[in-house]
């Protein structure tokens, strides 16, 4: 049985899509270790409550990053976490954290990246004209929005788009891309070269 560490700042809709892949068995033999919000108001952390999951507020406001970075860490490895997985957790984790879990952390985005990184991405991409936008699930590694790809889904800009509907097309496939996602990460059969993560190949550079 594998754990799951889910970090996040809000709503929380990706936590529970992730939550109900696993109770639908479309993510097998996976739990969910903890949730932890920086945020206490979060959203999020209340429906964590609610479906009986371990759930943590580590507040981050005021705080060194590396020190709320090291009491986060912490408890994810008390609760013996495998895949952390960031579900709108709106800060940037320090070096230390990173290095804490080699190919172990994952993001979801809603921009095909590397178009649009940072905040609002969907407002970027509305705002910026392109025919087509979408989301990115990827490793994280010590810059923002930049390590390697393990899903990206595609979705077109309507001429009858705003921003908002836009993002609600978006946030449809995030929900999916992180199921998948994690899916492969766990499965093992994948490596990572480069920037690039391929699977099935005989080669055990950088396996993950
Ligand atoms: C999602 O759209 C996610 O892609 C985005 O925050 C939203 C969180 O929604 N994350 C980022 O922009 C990270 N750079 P949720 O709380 O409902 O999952």
């Given amino acids: 049985m594998k754990s799951l560490g889910i970090l996040l700042s809000g709503r929380g809709s990706n936590f529970v899509a992730i939550a109900d892949s696993i109770d639908s068995g479309r993510i097998p033999e996976t739990k969910i270790g903890v949730v932890i919000s920086n945020k206490a108001d979060a959203a999020g952390i209340a429906t964590a409550r609610q479906r009986g999951l371990n759930a943590l507020v580590i507040p981050s406001k005021g705080r060194p990053r590396e020190e709320h970075d090291r009491e986060v860490v912490a408890a994810l490895k ?3 976490v495998d895949l952390v997985c960031l579900a709108g957790y709106m800060r940037l984790l320090s070096p230390w954290f990173v290095q804490q879990f080699p190919h172990r952390i994952l993001n979801i985005h809603p921009s095909l990246l590397p178009a649009f990184p940072g905040l609002e991405a969907q407002e970027q991409a509305f705002a910026y004209g392109v025919k087509v936008s979408g989301c990115t ?9 930049h390590g390697a790809i393990v899903v990206q889904k595609t979705v077109p800009v309507l001429d009858g788009d705003d921003e908002h509907t836009l993002a609600g097309r978006i946030l449809e496939q995030e929900h999916v891309a992180y199921t998948e996602a994690i899916n492969i990460v766990l499965g093992g059969k994948s490596t990572v070269i480069g920037r690039r993560l ?3 190949v005989t080669s055990m550079r950088g396996t993950i």
């Fill in 78 to 80: 008390q609760h013996g």
């Fill in 137 to 145: 699930v990827h490793f994280v590694d010590e810059e923002l929005d």
């Fill in 198 to 200: 391929v699977t099935n």
